[in-house]
Structures are given as C-alpha cells and as structure tokens.
C-alpha cells in the first residue's frame, strides 16, 4: 500500500508565500504551474518514499530531495504517510527552517 502524501501547515505556507513572489515577479499562470510541478514532485514520493539525503543531525527521520536546482523539499517518512514539512525555495537554508520551526 502507497502512503499518503500529507502537507504540514508550513509547507503550504510555504507554497502559498512562493505563488505570490512569482505572481508578483512574473504571472499567475507561470506561479501555478511552477506550484503543480512542485506538488507532482511531492506526490512522487509515493513511490519509493527513502529517498532524498537523510538530514537526522537536524530532526529524527528528516530527509531533503532536491526539485529543479531551486527548491529543497522536506519531509518525513513514516508508516502510513509522508508528511511534506517544507518546501525551501531559492538557496533558503534547510538548518535555519528546522531549527526555528517547532513542528514537524
């Protein structure tokens, strides 16, 4: 059985902060076809869900997969689910996001 692909309230602040920089910088258009590829990519990790760098010296069972050379996005594996805990954009540091954020 396939886990379910969840979204912490931060990764989806996340995506929501990242629509607006692009709307603002280019179009509504390009903003949400940029976010679906993100999610596709996210729903991916359906199918082998390991992978990415495991990143334990930050969080317990963190791992990072990188997405088009500009977004980091992490998560957690777990029996049932993978939670998506953020979605980095643009050089954002992954040590700073986990050490300020209490959820996850």
């Known amino acids: 059985m396939k886990p379910r692909i969840v979204f ?3 990764a989806r602040d996340d995506l929501n902060e990242l629509f607006d920089y692009i709307v603002e910088h280019d179009s509504a258009e390009r903003a949400m076809t940029y976010l679906e ?3 596709k990519a996210c729903m991916s ?3 082998l869900p390991n992978r990415g760098v495991l990143r334990e010296d ?3 069972g963190l791992r990072v997969v990188g997405f088009e050379r ?3 996005i992490a998560f957690r594996v777990g ?3 993978v939670a998506i805990l953020r979605i980095l954009y ?6 700073r996001a986990f050490r300020r954020s209490k959820n996850g």
Do not use: A, H, N, Y
């Open 70 to 72: 500009r977004v980091l």
């Open 8 to 10: 912490t309230p931060e």
């Open 79 to 81: 029996s049932k689910t």
């Open 45 to 47: 990790l359906q199918t």
């Open 37 to 39: 590829r993100i999610e």
């Open 90 to 95: 643009g050089g954002r540091s992954v040590e």
């Open 58 to 60: 930050l969080r317990p």
